[in-house]
Structures are given as structure tokens and as C-alpha cells.
């Protein structure tokens, strides 16, 4: 309550919880390179961007390990397609940190790769997933031919498994 206070005294925005600060903050402290922690972190303690969680598919949900979403070595860059399923907040979010498969001739729980991406990117298309109750946080997100580049691959590639769990 006293940080709350504070923070409206000073005409401050509330920090953001959710996905940057509780799942990926951790997951580039452990696992990210020098670069990323410095390009991401600051923004995710400021509040100033929003993260959501590709992981989920439609034929992948509570069998993770069986992710399609492909993402094809273009050399310096990986070029994504595929979709995810219940992204919760995906309409707020500014980057979705989202897992891969980057080796679809490897054993299911292995050729997974995590990435990092912007969200609002073009080829990035939303769709919300409607409740019974006619509201919804969660959507549908649909990538078609996204490049993104490898520097923004958390961790070594092909071993986005180990990491997700973390």
C-alpha cells in the first residue's frame, strides 16, 4: 500500500505484473544473452512494455512438446509460421516470448527453440477467443512468414524444453 501510494503521489504509473515480470524477467536472467537482459529487462522493471506467452497450440495444448509452429534457419534470421492458442492479453501486449520448432526431424521434447518477437508486428495477427460469457482475455494469434532475427533466440537452439520449464 505504501509503494502504491507513493507512486500516485509522484503521478507514477503502477508497475506491470504478468508475463515480462514474473515468467520472462527470470527466464533472461538465467538463460538470455548480455544484450537481450540489456535491451529488455530495464523496459520490463519500468512497466513501459507488456509480454505475452506463445506456447500453446491448437493440436499442442496440454501435449506442449507436440508444438508445430515452424521456424525455418534463413540464415541470420528464422522465418515463423504457424499459431498459438489462449494468449492471454495478446491485445495488450507489446512482445510475446513464444516457443518454437526449429528441427522437426528431432525427438518431440527436443528441435524446440524459445524466441522473442514483437508482437505488433504486421505479420502478426490476433483473434479473440470468445467465451460463453461473450468476454474473453484470451486470443487466437496466427504468424505467417514472420522474420525475426536469431539474436532475439533465448538460449541455444533446440533447447527451448529446458527452458520453458525453468
Not at 515452424?70 to 507489446?94: F, H, I, M, P, Q
Not at 512482445?95 to 505479420?123: E, N, Q
Not at 504468424?143 to 524444453?161: D, S
Request: glycine share 8%.
Amino acid at each position: 500500500r505504501i509503494l502504491s501510494e507513493e507512486l500516485a503521489r509522484q503521478k507514477c504509473r503502477p508497475p506491470l505484473v504478468g508475463m515480462g515480470r514474473l515468467m520472462l524477467g527470470p527466464t533472461l536472467l538465467k538463460f538470455g544473452t548480455h544484450e537481450q537482459c540489456l535491451e529488455h529487462l530495464p523496459k520490463i522493471a519500468r512497466g513501459e512494455i507488456r509480454w505475452c506467452q506463445g506456447y500453446s497450440e491448437p493440436n499442442a495444448g496440454s501435449d506442449l512438446a507436440s508444438l508445430q509452429m515452424r521456424a525455418e534457419d534463413k540464415g541470420d534470421y528464422y522465418l515463423v509460421n504457424g499459431s498459438k492458442l489462449w494468449t492471454s492479453d495478446a491485445n495488450k501486449a507489446d512482445w510475446m516470448f513464444c516457443l518454437v520448432r526449429t528441427d522437426f526431424s528431432a525427438a518431440k521434447h527436443a528441435g524446440i527453440s524459445l524466441i522473442l518477437y514483437d508482437r505488433t508486428d504486421p505479420a502478426v495477427k490476433i483473434s479473440p477467443i470468445t467465451l460463453i460469457s461473450g468476454y474473453s482475455v484470451f486470443y487466437e494469434t496466427t504468424i505467417e512468414n514472420l522474420k525475426v532475427p536469431k539474436k532475439n533466440r533465448v538460449g541455444k537452439e533446440n533447447e527451448g524444453w529446458a527452458i520453458a520449464k525453468f
